[in-house]
Structure formats: structure tokens, C-alpha cells
């Protein structure tokens, strides 16, 4: 029976591995062409090599200016949380807070990763989705002026480009060791390793 689940695992994640790399094989040339002709936002920061202008699902068609900046906001705003989220994943393996997260409950006594879900009060989990929803709806964090650089528009550009590059990256990293940490927690030490961040074995 356990070399049949292994079995199954192994099937599926290699399913998983094939469709990844179909999702970022490169389309034939008439046919990426096309695409990026038919967007008016070709030229958008943030269009690069390999894909081009690379929207698989249509979000942008038929929307005007506004709405697509509104989409790149987001998209920005997801990469930053994700950097944040990858950072707190790797923190929390080998530094913890002192003190209480509430009544009784220790900041060391909260597993890392998706078993914290269950450690954290509701009334913690309330007080996070306030915060978090307060700070995205009414924007207290605002626009940082302090420690803003002066940089010629080219360089600016480049640097923007590389912040949504890192969003990017950082939202793949995020969703992998969700998925890593999840199925670790539903099969504890399916993959033979001590550590969550196996990258990093000088952390621990």
C-alpha cells in the first residue's frame, strides 16, 4: 500500500512537472507574434523575453488604460507581500519573537508554516485580516519619500522591471514551499529531510 501511494505521488507530481514546463515552453513565433500585436499593451513595463506579453487567461482584453495600471499595481503589491512571505517562511525556522501572540500561547510555541494555522487564536487571525485589510484599503503606509532614490528615468525603468522580476520569482518560491510545507504536514517526512529549507542548511 505504501509503495502504491509513493507510486501515485510520484505520478503526479511528475504530471504536475510536465504541465510547468508546457505552461513556459515558448509558443511557435507566428503565433506569439500575434498575441503580442492583437495587445495594446506591448510596450508596457514589465514585458520581457521569453513570453513576451504574457496574459494566458485574456485578463487584459477590452480593458482600457486604468484598469490594466490597476492590474500592475496588484501584481506589484502580490510581489511584495510574496518577498515579505518567503522572508518570514526562512525567519521563522530559527528566529522567534519573545513574549505572548496571546493569553497563554507563546510566540515559540506557534509551529512555522501552514501548522500555524490552527495555533493562531481567531481573535489573532482577526486582529492580522484588520490590519492587513485596513493597510490595502486605506493605504496608511502611503508613498515612502524617505530613502527614495534619484534615478535617471532609464535607470528607474530598469530598477521597476527588476522589482516586479523579483515579485515574480518570490510568488513561485511562496507557492512551492506551501506546497512543500502542506504536504509534509499531511505526510510528515515524505521527503527524508530534517529541514523545511534544505537550500539553506547553514540557517540551522
Known sequence: LTYLKTKKMKLAIAALLAGSAAAFAPAS?????????????EGELGVIEPTGFFDPFGLSDGIDQETFDNYRIAELKHG????????????????????????????????????????IPTLGWAQ??????AVDYWGFLGD???????LAPEL???????????GRLAML????????????????GFDGLDNLITG?????
Open 156 to 166: 528607474l525603468e530598469k530598477r521597476q522591471l527588476q522589482e516586479l522580476q523579483h
Open 80 to 119: 511584495r507581500v510574496a518577498q515579505l512571505a518567503v522572508i518570514g517562511y526562512v525567519t521563522q525556522e530559527i528566529v522567534r519573537f519573545p513574549g505572548e501572540i496571546a493569553p497563554g500561547i507563546k510566540f515559540a510555541d506557534v509551529p512555522n508554516g501552514v501548522a500555524a494555522i490552527d495555533a
Open 29 to 41: 513565433t507566428k503565433s506569439t507574434i500575434s498575441a503580442i500585436k492583437a495587445s495594446p499593451f
Open 200 to 204: 539553506l542548511p547553514f540557517i540551522y
Open 144 to 150: 515612502f519619500d524617505s530613502g527614495k532614490p534619484d
Open 128 to 133: 492580522i485580516i484588520f490590519l492587513i485589510g
Open 173 to 188: 518560491a511562496f507557492l512551492e514551499l506551501l506546497r512543500h510545507d502542506s504536504q509534509n504536514l499531511v505526510s510528515p
